[in-house]
């Protein structure tokens, strides 16, 4: 079993900054990739950004050059920093964690999601 547990959301102001983090826990073995989705009003989920453990980073084209993945291995966490925020970027961000659990079964789990809200 793993959880991930979201954090940083919030509204914003256009222009403005946030980082989102999603911390990993559980039986844990290894992480093989962590990302962030997120889900507008009325769209389907989409990638935001992606980290795999060959620290290969994969971006939507909408977000290239204003965010940013990065993870801090020794926490099992995973930040999304975002900045130049625009109201399109409105939506409920999602952590992604796919790895192996100790006995050596594969995990693909999700976080509960982060509000984030931009808008003046």
């Known amino acids: 079993q793993v959880q991930l547990v979201e954090s940083g959301g919030e509204l914003v102001q256009p222009g403005g900054s946030l980082r989102l983090s999603c911390a990993a826990s559980?039986?844990?073995?290894?992480?093989?990739?962590m990302g962030w989705y997120r889900q507008a009003p009325g769209k389907q989920r989409e990638l935001v950004a992606a980290?795999?453990?060959?620290?290969?980073?994969n971006y939507a084209d909408s977000v290239t050059d204003r965010f940013t993945i990065s993870r801090d291995n020794t926490k099992n966490t995973v930040y999304l920093q975002m900045n130049s925020l625009k109201p399109e970027d409105t939506a409920v961000y999602y952590c992604?964690?796919?790895?192996?659990?100790?006995?050596?079964?594969?995990?693909?789990?999700w976080g509960q999601g982060t509000q984030v809200t931009v808008s003046s």
């Open positions: 980290l795999s453990s060959g620290r290969r980073t």
């Open positions: 559980g039986s844990i073995s290894s992480i093989y990739a």
């Open positions: 992604n964690t796919k790895g192996f659990l100790y006995g050596g079964s594969r995990f693909d789990s």
